[in-house]
């Protein structure tokens, strides 16, 4: 039996389609470099995971920093999901995206600004995930002024080594997230005699792009004994925030998302069974990166010594995934070829040697003018494109119905430069 294909990219007649999309039409339509995604792709995950945690009450909080795109906020809060945010920038993407879904926003982050604790404050928020005491002290302080109770859970930090890339693995205790588990109680015991604070849940999150089951039931487990001291405590504990960090496969084994969520899920609702409290996940990747790609169009070739080159109009400012975490993309060309694969490095033009998509990648020989897919790039893609080199940023388009919507124009350099003075 082959396992499903996990994205939303296939060939059709020898042509790379996107839901039905044709990716060259999209190319010409929209120029390159361009992010497309799939609003059924999108949909579909989402849908998947709600059914693998129905057992328990659960409202996923989607963790607005992979894809913070209006059009992908909108069609995320249509499909019933809150939203995980970590800035008063992301707070106000919401709320232009998607108003009602404030009530179900979590604000997480150990860097909060006074002005975005009080913009949280006003749009009444469902939870804050402090991470410190001294934000915690500023919390009660800015409510009090306010006239406001503000619901929180400490973000507790389990010390549960999760595999993954370093920068992105964060439930260590060398780590700067959260407060140490060990000390959670008396913290909330603190929480709890501050004005203008309910301690009404419990957070964690261990990092991203984990891959096993194990490390995320660790840390549950541990947040569960938590919640029962926390309760004989006599606090009023409502909420667990599993955090986020569910992750994908960006090669080409198998990978059959259905499956590896219900096992995830399952080890999840077995821990938190008859614990009577609301689950909060802050899914990110999970939801978004494989429903989206990175299309370019090659410049040029070049051989330098033995190595060949192929020269892309994308570039690590548009995704940055490979050269931070030396992170793998599959790459596609867009119309299907029977030309010799060929070993190549697929770079962008800007001036560092980290550019890269690939190196050493086999690849059917790409030729300057064609165009290739870089894939599963829906998550931490155009939410991390810089204007490294002066370069614009990439337009985005939706498909929906097989029909393709400008969801970000492309920019030009007067909006680059709108914001400089001489
Ligand atoms: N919740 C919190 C508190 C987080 O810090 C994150 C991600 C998430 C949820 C969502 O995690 P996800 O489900 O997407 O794994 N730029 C990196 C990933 C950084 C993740 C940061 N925090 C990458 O491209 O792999």
Redo the contacts with the bound molecule.
């Keep these: 039996m082959t396992s499903p294909n996990p994205r939303p990219f296939t060939y059709i007649h020898e042509r790379l389609t996107c839901s039905g999309a044709d990716l060259t039409d999209l190319a010409e339509r929209f120029g390159t470099p361009l992010y497309v995604y799939s609003a059924d792709a999108v949909i579909d995950r989402t849908a998947m995971l709600q059914a693998a945690f129905a057992p328990l009450p659960h409202t996923l909080c989607y963790?607005v920093?992979?894809n913070s795109s209006l059009a992908i906020l909108k069609l995320l809060a249509a499909q019933g999901c809150g939203f995980?945010i970590?800035s008063g920038g992301e707070l106000e993407r919401v709320r232009r995206a998607a108003p009602n879904a404030l009530p179900h926003v979590v604000f997480?982050?150990v860097g909060k600004q006074l002005w975005e604790i009080d913009a949280a404050l006003h749009a009444d928020i469902l939870l804050f995930?402090v991470e410190s005491e001294a934000e915690l002290e500023l919390l009660s302080q800015r409510a009090q002024a306010r006239n406001k109770i503000a619901r929180i859970a400490l973000?507790v930090n389990p010390d549960v080594f999760a595999e993954t890339?370093p920068?992105?693995s964060?439930g260590l205790r060398e780590h700067k997230?959260g407060i140490a588990i060990e000390r959670a109680r008396d913290v909330y015991r603190r929480a709890a005699a501050l004005p203008g604070i309910d301690p009404a849940g419990v957070?964690v999150?261990i990092?991203?792009?984990?891959r096993s089951v194990e490390p995320f039931a660790e840390s549950l487990q541990r947040v569960r004994s938590l919640v029962e001291d926390l309760r004989s405590d006599g606090l009023n504990i409502r909420f667990v925030d599993g955090?986020?960090?569910?992750?994908i496969e960006y090669g080409t084994a198998a990978f059959d998302p259905a499956a590896s969520v219900s096992a995830y899920a399952s080890a999840l609702c077995r821990i938190l069974d008859g614990l009577g409290a609301h689950l909060l996940l802050?899914?990110?990747?999970?939801?978004v990166?494989q429903a989206g790609a990175l299309l370019t169009r090659v410049l040029y070739t070049k051989q330098n010594g033995t190595k060949h080159f192929v020269i892309t109009d994308a570039a690590m400012n548009d995704l940055?995934?490979p050269a931070?975490?030396q992170?793998h993309h599959e790459i596609l060309p867009v119309i299907a070829t029977d030309r010799p694969a060929q070993v190549a490095d697929i770079v962008g033009p800007v001036c560092e040697t980290g550019d890269f998509f690939a190196r050493d990648r086999t690849l059917p020989e790409l030729l300057s003018g064609d165009l290739a897919a870089l894939l599963d790039a829906g998550?931490?893609?155009m939410?991390?494109a810089s204007h490294y080199n002066t370069r614009t940023h990439p337009a985005e388009v939706l498909i929906e119905a097989g029909d393709a919507r400008l969801i970000r124009r492309r920019e030009t350099l007067d909006d680059l430069l709108a914001t400089e003075l001489t």
């Design positions: 963790a920093k992979a995980d970590v997480s982050g995930n973000r890339h920068y992105i964060t997230f957070s999150h990092g991203s792009q984990i955090g986020g960090g569910f992750g802050e899914p990110g990747r999970f939801l990166a940055i995934r931070l975490y992170a998550a931490y893609g939410s991390l």
